[in-house]
């Protein structure tokens, strides 16, 4: 099964083409095996396409390390802009992709080495993201883990974040509570967890706990999320650059929380992945 990999600020993914499969299925059994970092190829997950779409130029479907499937990913749909530039398939008009998590629209500048991304809407309806409890926006509430009270705002692009303001941002605490908050029972089909510190008024930094994936060196949804809240805050204007372990994005704001991101690329191999691993 041939594939190719990438990264986005360090998050990296597999690319495999649907014709590639060669009648493989790819349950979550194999989706382990293959991100798995000793027994794999290794990556953040896992990118499939193109699929067909009956409303976009082309579709996609985003797995997890841990063999769930994401609704949307902004580093993950920028490395597969940048997969379909390298088959050919794209150049430098504007295109559109499906995702579980909606439709995007996506450009490459002429390098390809900088994609950006329109998003889609930021909301922070507790309906949509979801967030158990009556129907409102989920703005500056506590939640208690080990005893500890965290002040979060919660914002779904597609899928579902848990941006938690503070001063300090220590990795190995957002690994203990990122790892909690992701399966906390107010978060009905778990969470992604960004701690963010404000900078100024044009920069936050971000950590990141990914669901399905664990610490996170970079991470396109995230950024959207963590500088939607910022703005929703009142803390940021809205052009805000993220910096996260991986490196730095930029986002755009709307005034109704419509996020373009934009950032880099790099193709890192290709490859063949052999049946024997599944044995």
Known sequence: MKYSKYHALGNDYIVIHPDDLEGLVLDEEKIIRICHRNFGVGSDGI???????????????????????????GNGIRIFARYLWDLGLVKEAPFTLSTPGGAVKAQLSKSAKSIR??????????????????????INETIIIDGKDLVFCAATIGNPHCVIPCENLEPMEVRRLGAQLEVHGWFPNRINVQFMKVLDRNNIRIE??????????????????SAAVARKLGLCDDRITVHMPGGILEIEIAEDYAITLTGPVTRVAKGEIFGEIFA
């Open 47 to 73: 990118l499939l396409g193109p699929m067909h779409s009956s409303d976009c130029d082309f579709g996609l479907r985003i797995f997890n390390p841990d063999g769930s499937e994401a609704e949307k990913s």
């Open 117 to 138: 991304v329109d998003m889609g809407k930021v909301s922070f309806q507790s309906d949509e993201i979801p967030v158990k409890g009556p129907v409102r926006e989920v």
């Open 208 to 225: 990141i706990w990914e669901r399905g994936a664990g610490y996170t060196l970079a991470s396109g949804s995230s950024s959207s999320a």
